[in-house]
Every structure is written in structure tokens, then in C-alpha cells.
């Protein structure tokens, strides 16, 4: 089955700086690639998600980029705010026998936007 | 938030009990998913359901069984609930369009502790 690992665990940025985190995956098969935000308490949300017939996908100051070969894919966040502190979960999935057998997801960063 | 609520919210219940824990969604989507959340070990899949009685084992899948008579309910049942089955469990619900599968909505969470 799927694996995918994501680092840093913990990641610590200054406000108004970047942040990436980084997500490695093992089935060739997979093709979908969600990221996902929890704060404390709450459900997991969607922030952006990319397709394997994608490189890179953008929305305001979230990006994510993918590379197929290397079975890696990042996020990016730029101008870090406060706002943005909460856990980041990774995720890959993929179809098989047509249907949607579910996500395996990283183990999640915690992001930590300084002031 | 997508139409997703879960019941119960919270429960503390004794080792070698039974529970069952509830999704319902108003969206009338196809896939339903039962994952549960530890420290550590980010989102884990125990089943999921590709439609009313169709139902498949994921990842940590031993001491869990589901069922789905309906397609806006996906219940979850710990046959004889043990210690180490405390934790965050999460319903999920997508589409699948196109060839490819959909955003993964999840609903608010059931925190159960095993006594």
C-alpha cells in the first residue's frame, strides 16, 4: 500500500516569511495529493490539492508543487501569518477498480508562525 | 462545512463494551470513510463504503466493523471496545467525477475514551 512521509514534524517561521513542508509518497499508482489544515480542535480542511497531471497549483499564498519522478510534493506558504499556525497534514490517493479506496496521510507538521 | 455530522460528539465508555459511532451526510455522496487520529500517527483509514452496502477494510481495520444500509449513514462499531481504541475519529465523505476523486470532506470528529 501507500506511504507517504512529511517533514518537518514541527517547523517554526517568522511572520511575513515562508514555510515549506515536504511530503514523499511510495505508490506510483497514486494521483491525487491533498493538503490539509487542523487547527486544534477541529476537523481537517482543505487548504489545496494537486493532480498528477499537474506540476504546481497556486491559490493566493498557498502553493504546491509535485514531482511525479521523484515521488515528492511540497507546500508552500508565503508571507506567513499569524493565522497560519495550525498542524499540516499531506495525503496521497488514488483510484483502484475504479473507485476512491481513501487517503494515506503524513503524519502532519506543526507550524509555528512567530511574531 | 459540507453536510457532515457525526454522533456521538464525545463518549467515555468501559474496555470490553460495545459502540457504535455515526456518520450522516446530506450530501448524498457516494464514498463514506471512517479514519481515526492519534498523536503521532497522523490519519489512519479503518474502512470505507463505495456505496449502500459496499463496504472495504483499510489500513487498521482489526477491531472495527462498519455498515451502511443507507447512503447518507456509515456507522462504525467497536465489537468490544480495548484501551488502545481511545482516540479522534473522523468521517469523510467524497465524490468521485470524472475519472478522478473529489475533495475529502471530514465532519467534526467523535473523541472516544476507552476506560
Known amino acids: 500500500g501507500e506511504n507517504v512521509e512529511q517533514h518537518p514534524s514541527t517547523l517554526s517561521v517568522q511572520e511575513g516569511d515562508s514555510a515549506v513542508i515536504k511530503c514523499t509518497y511510495s505508490d506510483s499508482a497514486s494521483n491525487y495529493f491533498p493538503w490539509y489544515k487542523q487547527e486544534l480542535g477541529k476537523r481537517p480542511q482543505l487548504i489545496i490539492d494537486?493532480?498528477?497531471?499537474?506540476g504546481e497549483k497556486k491559490d493566493q499564498r498557498i502553493a504546491v508543487t509535485l514531482n511525479k519522478t521523484a515521488k515528492h510534493f511540497s507546500l508552500h506558504i508565503t508571507e506567513t501569518q499569524p493565522e497560519d499556525s495550525a498542524v499540516y497534514f499531506c495525503?496521497?490517493?488514488?483510484?483502484?477498480?475504479?473507485?476512491?479506496?481513501?487517503?494515506?496521510f503524513g503524519k502532519g507538521t506543526h507550524l509555528i508562525i512567530q511574531p | 462545512d459540507a453536510g457532515i455530522t457525526q454522533s456521538p460528539r464525545h463518549k467515555v465508555t468501559e474496555t470490553g463494551t460495545p459502540v457504535t459511532l455515526r456518520c450522516h451526510q446530506t450530501?448524498?455522496?457516494?464514498?463514506m470513510y471512517w479514519y481515526r487520529q492519534d498523536p503521532g500517527h497522523g490519519l489512519r483509514l479503518i474502512h470505507y463504503s463505495y456505496g449502500v452496502k459496499d463496504t472495504d477494510k483499510g489500513e487498521v481495520s482489526d477491531g472495527y466493523s462498519v455498515s451502511r444500509s443507507k447512503t447518507e449513514d456509515f456507522l462504525l462499531t467497536l465489537e468490544s471496545a480495548t484501551s488502545s481504541q481511545t482516540s479522534v475519529y473522523f468521517c469523510?465523505?467524497?465524490?468521485?467525477?470524472?475519472?478522478?476523486?473529489?475533495?475529502?470532506?471530514f465532519g467534526p470528529g467523535t473523541r472516544l475514551l476507552v476506560l
Open positions: 494537486i493532480r498528477s497531471n499537474v
Open positions: 450530501e448524498n455522496h457516494r464514498y
Open positions: 495525503a496521497g490517493g488514488g483510484e483502484s477498480g475504479g473507485g476512491a479506496d481513501g487517503l494515506t
Open positions: 469523510a465523505i467524497s465524490e468521485w467525477a470524472g475519472g478522478h476523486q473529489e475533495t475529502q470532506y
